[in-house]
Nanobody
Framework: QVQLVESGGGLVQAGDSLRLSCAASGRTFYAMGWFRQAPGKERAFVAA????????YCSDSVKGRFTISRDNAKNTVYLQMNSLKPEDTAVYYCALQTGYPGTYFNTRYYDYWGQGTQVTVSS
């Protein structure tokens, strides 16, 4: 059984940094991603990383501020978030792809999800 355990959310001020972690267990996988969902909005793509090659993809809204990385030995993916803004406030979810479906940007193509971690950025 696949498990994704997230950690690292919290309440910070605008301009601060946070690092989210997501540890995966249970099987091999192709890629992992981070999504976020603000109140009243749909879940949106933030970043993704392929596991073997380490290729990364980020949404335009976080490019230059957020960095996704992985630790293969720990089966863990990280999201380093710098220069946080109030509009980054959301529940952040990590997700896992077991194979490559042709895209990293759509929630429908992820097979497993973490429980979510709240990130709140005050102005």
């Amino acid at each position: 059984q696949v498990q994704l355990v997230e950690s690292g959310g919290g309440l910070v001020q605008a301009g601060d940094s946070l690092r989210l972690s997501c540890a995966a267990s249970g099987r091999t996988f192709y890629a992992m991603g981070w999504f976020r969902q603000a109140p009243g909005k749909e879940r949106a793509f933030v970043a993704a990383i392929t596991w073997s090659s380490g290729n990364t993809y980020c949404s335009d809204s976080v490019k230059g501020r957020f960095t996704i990385s992985r630790d293969n030995a720990k089966n863990t993916v990280y999201l380093q978030m710098n220069s946080l803004k109030p509009e980054d406030t959301a529940v952040y979810y990590c997700a896992l792809q077991t194979g490559y479906p042709g895209t990293y940007f759509n929630t429908r193509y992820y097979d497993y999800w973490g429980q979510g971690t709240q990130v709140t950025v005050s102005s």
